[in-house]
């Protein structure tokens, strides 16, 4: 007895009629929608948000700080992914082919890294600034000024620019695996193929930014931390002080004038006396108000 299988179906090619033309991923078409419109809808997230962010502080004065620069920025980074990166980035990823030339694929992967990084930088320099307002809040304004603020933004484009660029528009990080290159080009590829050396160096610049970020906002936490154990050992002292004086102020009168107390007592109490009588008599004269009352009825 022989079993039958559905034979497969021919491939799909992401040029039908180019030699060498890479394979296309055989999604159905509700996944294609489904997965067009989940990416859609976080590109279309990212731009309108970190836009907002970005009007709002060049809209305001009052928002017009260092940090708020830093962030405006950082928003502008995230603006540029949305823009320039998600949306050929969905079309690769639900697709499985890049329909967008060479060129393009090697400038959109220089700003996929560069704007990666950029925002990466812009994170730790505004975690810098955090540490500094918390644990040396008197010289912040002169440490930290816009003038400080700019050339970290600077730094931040600067570097991840130069450094994206360095080593994919020279070639520098296939170095070394131009026959692995090679035998996995096809027309309509857009992966890079990037070397040990380069992966390490991506790792270092990575980890050696988040790293700094959790030792300095773990000692932004600390640091607040103890302020609020100061402040909270300030309130009890405090209400420690006042109990005492009132202590202090309660056994001086007792020395001075130690039959006050009982005085007040004995006053309370006639005074407490005197109003039951007055509404014992009140009492009396509603109920004798009735009687007349009833009499007259009769």
């Known amino acids: 007895m022989t079993s039958s299988s559905p034979a497969p179906g021919p491939l799909q090619l992401c040029y039908e009629n180019v030699n060498g033309s890479c394979v296309k991923a055989p999604y159905s078409p509700v996944s294609r929608i489904l997965l067009y419109a989940l990416c859609g809808f976080g590109?279309?997230?990212?731009?309108?948000?970190?836009?907002?962010?970005?009007?709002?502080?060049?809209?305001?004065?009052?928002?017009?700080?260092?940090?708020n620069f830093l962030i405006a920025s950082l928003a502008c980074a995230d603006f540029l992914v949305g823009v320039t990166i998600m949306p050929f980035s969905m079309v690769r990823s639900v697709e499985s082919c890049w329909y967008f030339g060479k060129s393009f694929c090697t400038f959109h992967t220089c700003c996929d890294v560069a704007?990666?990084?950029?925002?990466?930088?812009?994170?730790c320099f505004i975690s810098i600034d955090r540490y500094i307002a918390v644990t040396d809040p008197l010289v912040y304004p002169t440490k930290v000024t816009v003038p400080v603020s700019?050339?970290?933004?600077?730094?931040?484009?600067?570097?991840?620019?130069?450094?994206?660029?360095?080593?994919?528009?020279?070639?520098?990080c296939d170095d070394g695996l131009e026959e692995l290159t090679n035998a996995l080009d096809c027309v309509g590829s857009c992966q890079p193929v990037i070397n040990p050396f380069w992966i390490l160096i991506d790792f270092l610049l990575f980890l050696a930014p988040t790293f700094l970020m959790m030792v300095l906002y773990t000692h932004t936490w600390k640091e607040e931390e103890d302020e609020e154990d100061e402040k909270d050992?300030?309130?009890r002292?405090?209400?420690?002080?006042?109990?005492?004086?009132?202590?202090?102020?309660?056994?001086?009168?007792?020395?001075?004038?130690?039959?006050?107390?009982?005085?007040?007592?004995?006053?309370a109490e006639k005074s407490k006396k005197k109003q039951e009588?007055?509404?014992?008599?009140?009492?009396?004269?509603d109920e004798e108000g009735d009687e007349e009352d009833e009499d007259d009825d009769e």
């Open 237 to 267: 002292k405090m209400k420690r002080m006042r109990i005492e004086v009132m202590r202090n102020d309660i056994a001086a009168d007792a020395k001075g004038k130690p039959d006050a107390a009982k005085k007040g007592v004995v006053k």
């Open 115 to 123: 704007f990666c990084y950029s925002s990466l930088f812009h994170l």
């Open 43 to 67: 590109a279309v997230l990212a731009v309108f948000e970190n836009l907002l962010v970005m009007v709002s502080i060049v809209h305001f004065k009052q928002l017009h700080s260092p940090t």
């Open 233 to 235: 050992e300030e309130k």
């Open 277 to 285: 009588e007055e509404e014992d008599e009140k009492d009396e004269e």
């Open 150 to 172: 700019g050339l970290c933004i600077s730094m931040s484009w600067v570097l991840a620019l130069v450094y994206s660029g360095a080593v994919f528009y020279t070639g520098a």
